[in-house]
């Protein structure tokens, strides 16, 4: 690769992103189990739904 | 394929844990003494069925009936049902004749055969530019609309979307209580319309943002100019169109109907209502009402300048004198 | 069609299912490219025929260089390309900016303000094109084919949002797409689903919270409501692009391809430079390669290098928006570069404990990095100059 942009010791290039990250190691090794990944996808949808925004169901009403 | 056996066995995981959790909320999710700030045809369906209704009087108004600023159990009809008094609290923000009628439909098109149906009527939302003068409520008119002739709906302007994502969010919601019901729960759960406004409403209190706003709100009578419009009513105005139409379909199903002349600060509103024309169109409305069948409980000037919080709006004290009075004149059954 | 829509579900649902039960292998590419003109053409179909139009200039400018190795011929193909595909960018989305520029600076109406509907992704599609030509003309691209260009140009998970790819990785696995194995394609729905609880959860719901930014003066706000707002808005912005980059980077896996990771954990940098390491780093590649290596990069001497900085970082903020906040907030940022590159070169060697590390040090770094860019996010987020005044003013004047 050509110069960095401001060369720092220590950072990170783009392709060891996935490698070493531990969220993915994690995720690779229990992930693979289809009954996990089902209640993983149901969690987190369950999440969604119940902290995710209410602006589109709001009811623009003025009382006064 | 090789990921299909993955895929479909994922997908089934997560589908029988979603339909779970739909259990779970029939099972859990409790009858309210009101409807939520933004109740959802979800919650609108649970409600309406003759289980919940029958033999029992309904009140079907506006956010006077509701109960506005106060918590649930502070209205005047939560005070009624606490007595043991058997009432079950339709009102939401938002109503007005068109949407009692369309509640209405609902009610008798669900089965349901209430004991009686005491609504309000509310000078202002005859008003053209009142926003609930010819719009129904979201949830109610999902559910409605579609029994509602060509002669109320050409009346009426609609306002659920029809776009692709729209159609899906209904078709959804129709049979997947969780996220039909996403509203109700997060009120249930957060006190507030979701979990952001819930922290947002804590963060406003710290910061004394709450009172700064209610300070800058405060009503005072230049906010309510142009509020009631003071043009004589007549029947070509869309909330006395559905005032007759709401008497009518009662009077069809033999149902006792309480007209309430909606309790109205006179003394806030004064450079503007107490005029002739302001109690003109009240007698009108009073006399529409007489002739539908309604008793009429003209309450418009039955309270003190120190019962409302606002324009229309009781205090808890408020609501509690206007929960004995509606012991005293409607029969509302022990 | 945004990403967390059940319109978009349904349609990488049917797309997906298509692709691997339907469509034979060698047929793949072109159906990627199909639906990629479904998905582009949904919001206004007349735009297809912008994007494809300058795929085409590209597309041609880069055979022709291809096809000489005259370097005055290429250096003129490589440049009308550019031009032609950077000045239909300036217009779509910069000709109000500068007609309100002008108008402001003469205080008069001379030019007039056009009213003009932004192509969807104009910005994305146009740095991959400049991307394609320059590396034709630098011969790091030696073969440019119909087929894979189309697919990387109509790419329907990066058509909207990036990430930015880069020809070189992406063209050789369009050939040569393989199914997923369970794992990867676990992990691939996993990541769909989570970048739509991301975006769901910790983006979209962060817009009550962030109302003080947008206009200061709507109510009498307090300090805590400034900064509850600036921090909201720095968890909504990484959240929400971060999950839109999960979710892309998650369908294009789907789909049997990989593309460019777009962020690494950012607000945990320990100095700025990191920060744009790990943020948005498809834009952050792109910026270095082809606008602050091109002027000189850190060839230079310090004030070019900083010159350097300060130009590629107003202009990485003028292509976020066609307004003058972006353009400072990205000065604010090639400030920071600036002064992180003459710290590190000039201070921290000198200093033995800045030169050890350790905890405290590491923390310090963190908090401070994590600071500057907050304060930079109020200058991003404010409509006008007036209003990121007064919320910094409300955050940290008494």
Redesign the interface.
């Known amino acids: 690769m050509?110069?960095?942009?401001?060369d720092?010791p220590g950072?990170?290039d783009?392709s060891d992103?996935?490698r070493t990250?531990p969220l993915?190691r994690l995720?690779?090794r229990y992930?693979?189990s289809?009954?996990v990944?089902?209640?993983?996808?149901?969690?987190?949808?369950?999440?969604?739904?119940?902290?995710?925004?209410?602006?589109d169901?709001?009811?623009?009403?003025?009382?006064? | 394929m090789r990921f299909a056996g993955t895929y479909l066995r994922a997908l089934a995981t997560a589908v029988a844990i979603l339909f779970a959790v739909d259990l779970g909320i029939r099972a859990w999710f409790p009858t309210l003494p009101r409807f939520d700030d933004n109740f959802s045809v979800a919650y609108l369906r649970r409600t309406l069925t003759p289980a919940n209704l029958n033999g029992r009087t309904l009140f079907a108004g506006d956010s006077a009936l509701w109960g506005y600023k106060l918590e649930a159990g502070q209205a005047a009809v939560s005070k009624l049902r606490d007595a043991g008094i058997p009432v079950v609290n339709l009102s939401y923000e938002g109503g007005s004749t068109p949407n009692t009628y369309a509640l209405l439909r609902l009610v008798f098109a669900s089965g349901a055969a209430p004991r009686a149906v005491v609504f309000n009527v509310n000078s202002k939302e005859f008003n053209a530019a009142d926003s609930a003068y010819q719009t129904l409520y979201p949830a109610v008119e999902q559910l409605a609309w579609p029994l509602l002739r060509a002669s109320d709906t050409s009346l009426l302007r609609g306002t659920q979307p029809a776009t692709l994502d729209a159609r899906i969010d209904r078709l959804l919601g129709g049979f997947w209580l969780l996220y039909g019901m996403r509203v109700d729960v997060r009120e249930q759960i957060f006190g507030a319309v979701d979990a952001a406004t819930a922290v947002a409403n804590v963060q406003h209190e710290l910061s004394g943002e709450t009172r700064r706003e209610q300070d800058a709100h405060r009503p005072t009578p230049d906010r309510f100019l142009g509020t009631y419009d003071l043009e004589p009513l007549d029947e070509s105005n869309t909330g006395v169109v559905f005032l007759e139409r709401s008497l009518a379909l009662l009077r069809e199903h033999h149902v006792p109907a309480y007209a309430i002349l909606t309790p109205t600060n006179h003394t806030l509103l004064h450079e503007y209502i107490d005029v002739p024309e302001y109690r003109h169109n009240l007698d009108y409305l009073a006399k529409i009402a007489a002739r539908g069948g309604a008793r009429v409980l003209d309450y418009d000037r039955a309270f003190a300048a120190d019962d409302f919080i606002d324009n229309d709006h009781l205090t808890v004290a408020g609501n509690l004198k206007l929960a004995g009075m509606l012991r005293r004149d409607a029969n509302l059954g022990s | 069609m945004i990403f967390n829509t059940w319109t978009f579900g349904i349609f990488a649902s049917v797309t997906l299912s298509i692709y691997w039960l339907v469509i034979p292998q060698r047929w793949k590419p072109q159906y990627v490219v199909v639906t990629g003109c479904i998905f582009y053409a949904w919001a206004v179909p007349a735009y297809l025929l912008l994007i494809l139009a300058l795929g085409l200039v590209t597309f041609g400018s880069g055979r022709a260089m291809l096809r000489t190795h005259d370097r005055r011929a290429r250096k003129r193909w490589a440049f009308a390309g550019i031009a032609l595909i950077t000045l239909t960018l300036g217009f779509f989305k910069y000709s109000k900016f500068f007609a309100l520029t002008v108008d402001q600076i003469t205080r008069s109406h001379i030019v007039p303000v056009p009213q003009i509907v932004v192509p969807l992704a104009i910005s994305f599609f146009t740095f991959e094109f400049v991307h394609v030509l320059v590396d034709v003309y630098l011969g790091k691209i030696v073969e440019l084919d119909a087929l894979d260009f189309a697919v990387f140009t109509m790419f329907f998970p990066t058509l909207v949002a990036g990430p930015i790819k880069r020809y070189q990785s992406f063209a050789p696995q369009v050939r040569a797409i393989e199914t997923p194995s369970g794992d990867d394609f676990a992990l691939n729905i996993y990541r769909v689903v989570l970048g739509v609880a991301k975006k769901t959860i910790l983006a979209d719901s962060m817009s009550v919270l962030t109302a003080p930014l947008s206009d200061p003066t709507a109510f009498p706000y307090g300090r805590l409501d400034y900064w509850v707002a600036m921090l909201a808005y720095t968890v909504k912005i990484y959240f929400d692009f971060s999950g839109y980059s999960d979710i892309a980077i998650g369908v294009a896996g789907l789909l049997g391809v990989r593309i460019p990771e777009n962020f690494d954990r950012p607000y945990w940098a320990e100095n700025i430079s990191t920060f744009w390491r790990r943020w948005h780093m498809s834009l952050s590649t792109w910026i270095r390669d082809y606008i602050f290596i091109p002027l000189g990069g850190s060839r230079g001497n310090p004030v070019s290098t900083a010159l350097n900085l300060f130009v590629a970082m107003a202009l990485a903020g003028l292509w976020h928006g066609a307004a003058w906040t972006f353009v400072v907030w990205g000065l604010w940022h090639g400030a920071g570069l600036a002064v992180h590159r003459a710290w590190s070169l000039a201070v921290v060697p000198k200093v033995a404990f800045l030169r050890s590390g350790g905890a405290a040090i590491h923390a310090v770094s963190v908090v401070s990095t994590f600071a500057f860019v907050v304060l930079g996010w109020v200058l991003f987020a404010a409509s006008s100059f007036a209003s990121a005044a007064g919320v910094l003013r409300g955050a940290l004047l008494p």
């Open positions: 050509d110069e960095r942009f401001l720092v950072s990170r783009v992103v996935l990250d993915y995720l690779g992930l693979a289809p009954w990944l089902g209640a993983a996808i149901a969690l987190l949808v369950v999440l969604a739904i119940v902290f995710g925004p209410s602006a169901s709001r009811f623009i009403y003025t009382d006064f």
